[in-house]
């Protein structure tokens, strides 16, 4: 008897010790996913701020839009940090809120200076071709939904309730019997 106790407490422990490694190393993969996406998001925030400088400092609007740059960076370096150390999914989701409208804001200025500020009638004048500057955004905005959607749990699906039961099709046969349904039951007699 002492022999199966130690058998059954043997496989017991493996099976719990399975079932929790397997808990392990799928959270392992999910955490690293979204480190590696946060590390990207604080690199293109960079990248940003770098080409804002760069081809937006004559403009009437640079202030503002390099403020946000840089708000926008210290932000993604946040979320990354939260991330890499395996912070809680409702956090990165109220930064990454708050980064998905600062991102949009920011997008809607730069759509804003390239329209209107960039024209030297405008008081101002954009530094070279800024299509790299689109192809980062567009790259950012990737990304940042990509985490959202990540980290956002899925919404209860409530069933939709039936207006009324079908009955289920029931063969004839030439036995007797009873037969249930979905109205409730009825006798059948031979045929």
Do not use: C
């Not at 399975?18 to 990207?40: C, E, I, K, M, W």
């Not at 640079?62 to 912070?87: F, N």
């Not at 990165?92 to 949009?104: G, S």
């Amino acid at each position: 008897m002492t022999n199966f106790k130690q058998t059954t407490l043997a496989l017991a422990l493996s099976v719990f010790g399975l079932v929790g490694g397997a808990q392990t190393v799928q959270a392992g993969p999910v955490s690293y996913h979204l480190d590696d996406l946060a590390l990207q998001l604080q690199r293109q925030s960079q990248q940003l701020y770098w080409e804002f400088r760069n081809h937006y400092s004559h403009t009437p609007s640079y202030r503002h839009l390099i403020s946000d740059a840089s708000e926008m960076y210290q932000l993604s370096a946040h979320v990354h940090e939260v991330a890499h150390h395996g912070g809680s999914p409702a956090h990165l989701q109220a930064d990454l809120q708050k980064l998905d409208r600062l991102f949009h804001h920011v997008e809607d200025l730069v759509r804003d200076i390239e329209r209107n500020h960039g024209h030297p009638w405008h008081g101002g004048h954009i530094h070279g071709d800024t299509r790299h500057v689109r192809r980062i955004l567009a790259s950012m905005e990737d990304t940042l939904h990509h985490m959202l959607h990540d980290v956002t749990p899925a919404p209860m699906v409530r069933p939709v309730p039936r207006a009324q039961a079908v009955p289920p099709l029931v063969p004839r046969s030439s036995r007797s019997g009873v037969i249930f349904n979905g109205r409730g039951f009825s006798v059948q007699i031979g045929r």
